[in-house]
């Protein structure tokens, strides 16, 4: 909205109206709310200026933003890698965002969409398509589903609320009718995916846009405690725990809640030696510790390349 109106130098309230299709007191809202934005120190000649007068309104940018935009080159690789992944999204393509991705890719030394390819896990899309769809229909799937942590597969019944990508893998956010619950599903571990006829009204939660933590502990889960080395402070930082203490060689000891052996697992392999087990829970630590051990064992027994 903003170029927008600066490009037609006083447009008429109505027409800014009929153009986004606010009405007037939405529409003042916003250039009530655009008086307060600029950047540090929030000085006149650092915010924007907003005049409304006979009907008409002008926005005039501070000196500050008449200076060309400049991105870093990882903060331009980043900005590309959010456009492709957005794109990759059923009903997320657009022929506008293509082209701002494409032209982006051609200034950072690429083009033509081989600067960077964006793939996230190796989720069906027909199964991401037909979760997407149920979102939008409020529609119940039924999913043939892979658990890491326990090992097994099984068809649940699913009222999807949300589909979105966190670190390189897609999810969905659901009502699991089979444990009568809200869980988080990766979308790569649903062998099929097939919608419902039967509806669904999904709680006011499954409305919101922030981000959702890929891992939430809960109160019954046993509690594991790990030493980590400065290389593998990440691990306090990244994931929901009980508590830290700094120990007098640099270590940290943080309290996880664990709900499964294979997460615990993958946080031992990820961090490598930097992650030793101090106590916890005997039967998740031997069976983290079993899984782990496989690991090790299939690479030795793989032959030598």
């Not at 950072?108 to 996230?120: F, H, K, N, T, V």
């Not at 769809?133 to 890491?148: E, G, I, M």
């Not at 946080?267 to 030793?276: E, K, N, S, T």
């Amino acid at each position: 909205m903003v170029p927008w109106i600066v490009a037609r130098d006083g447009p008429t309230l109505s027409e800014v109206c009929r153009r986004f299709e606010v009405s007037e007191s939405e529409l003042m809202a916003d250039l009530n709310l655009l008086f307060m934005c600029g950047v540090y120190p929030y000085t006149p000649d650092a915010l924007i200026d907003v005049d409304v007068d006979g009907g008409r309104v002008w926005v005039r940018f501070a000196d500050w933003f008449r200076r060309p935009l400049r991105l870093t080159a990882a903060e331009g690789l980043a900005l590309v890698a959010a456009a492709r992944a957005s794109l990759a999204v059923p009903a997320n393509g657009g022929e506008a965002l293509a082209r701002a991705a494409s032209k982006l890719e051609t200034a950072l030394g690429g083009g033509g969409g081989e600067a960077l390819d964006i793939e996230l896990g190796e989720a069906s899309q027909e199964v991401l398509r037909t979760l997407q769809t149920a979102v939008q229909r409020r529609r119940k799937v039924l999913v043939d589903y892979y658990s890491f942590g326990r090992d097994e597969s099984g068809e649940r019944a699913l009222q999807p609320w949300r589909v979105f990508s966190s670190e390189g893998h897609w999810y969905v956010l659901a009502w699991c009718e089979r444990v009568s619950g809200k869980r988080l599903f990766r979308v790569d571990r649903a062998r099929s995916a097939t919608a419902l006829d039967e509806a669904f009204d999904p709680p006011p939660e499954a409305a919101g846009q922030g981000p959702v933590p890929t891992f939430e502990s809960r109160p019954e889960d046993p509690l594991v405690v790990l030493d980590l080395s400065p290389a593998a402070r990440w691990v306090a930082a990244q994931y929901p725990n009980e508590g830290t203490r700094d120990l007098p060689d640099g270590h940290l000891e943080v309290t996880l809640r664990v709900g499964s052996a294979g997460w615990l697992q993958r946080v031992l392999l990820i961090a490598g030696p930097d992650a030793r087990v101090v106590a916890g829970a005997e039967g998740v630590l031997q069976e983290a510790a079993r899984r782990v051990l496989a690991v090790y064992e299939a690479k030795d027994r793989a032959p030598a390349s």
